[in-house]
């Protein structure tokens, strides 16, 4: 089907473990993103990618890496995880050639705890 | 710059009466405004959004919002609320950067609907 998925949808792993995310959309959207969701701040980004081969990062990129060799995938990993990045993860993506913005389309998120 | 304010963390409701969410935004041009939905353990949905066409704008589910310039808001309401609408919602701003379409998220309000 066509759409955005994201796996593993649940994920727990142990401190200092390195830990990749994976998010495909079918659209050939051009945007992709990566936001995490915690209590209290809404969805923060933390990296976005504007086309294959290029990325940049968001407001809280600290302790994450992103690549994209192919438009349908942005993989997340985080290279060496720490409890304080225990959230929920979501990948969105977008296409700015539209007329008129749509907004963002999400993928149904990834939960990660790190122990 | 452009952010939001999501003026209540929670509302609680009794099911059949009017839903009112409240989001003042602050935005430097014309402002893109969404509200998106995220029902327990699912990903975003868009709801409706503004993009400078008609000031009340409908959306998905009987959910409407008004753009008010004047106040620097883009409340969301339901004329009767349905227990299927207990989810938490998110007041967003587009913004740009680097020229994408940045979005930028309130904090969210969690929807209470009781019978």
């Known amino acids: 089907d066509a759409g955005i998925t994201q796996s593993p949808r649940y994920k727990i792993t142990e401190t200092g473990r390195q830990v990749t995310l994976m998010c495909h959309q079918t659209?050939?959207?051009?945007?992709m993103f990566w936001y995490r969701q915690d209590l209290g701040h809404g969805l923060r980004l933390i990296y976005y990618?504007?086309?294959?081969?290029?990325?940049d990062k968001g407001e809280v990129p600290d302790g994450y890496v992103v690549s994209r060799s192919k438009t349908e995938n942005f993989p997340l990993t985080l290279e060496s995880a720490t409890r304080s990045q225990t959230s929920v993860y979501f990948c969105?993506?977008?296409?700015?050639?539209?007329?008129?913005?749509?907004?963002?389309?999400f993928g149904p998120g990834t939960r990660l705890t790190v122990l | 710059a452009q952010s939001v304010t999501q003026l209540d963390s929670h509302v609680s409701v009794s099911e059949g009466t009017p839903v009112l969410l409240r989001c003042n935004y602050s935005?430097?041009?014309?402002?893109?405004l969404f509200w998106y939905v995220q029902h327990p353990n699912k990903g975003l949905q868009l709801l409706l959004k503004?993009?400078?066409?008609?000031?009340l704008v409908k959306g998905i589910n009987g959910f409407e919002a008004e753009f008010k310039k004047s106040e620097t808001s883009f409340h969301l309401t339901k004329p009767s609320a349905h227990m299927s609408d207990a989810a938490e919602y998110f007041c967003?701003?587009?913004?740009?950067?680097?020229?994408?379409?940045?979005?930028?998220f309130g904090a969210g309000t969690r929807l209470a609907v009781h019978p």
């Open positions: 969105a993506s977008s296409d700015l050639r539209l007329a008129v913005p749509q907004g963002q389309f």
């Open positions: 659209w050939s959207h051009s945007y």
């Open positions: 990618s504007a086309a294959a081969d290029i990325t």
């Open positions: 935005s430097s041009y014309s402002p893109s």
């Open positions: 503004y993009t400078s066409a008609a000031t």
């Open positions: 967003v701003v587009r913004g740009f950067s680097g020229g994408y379409n940045k979005l930028i």
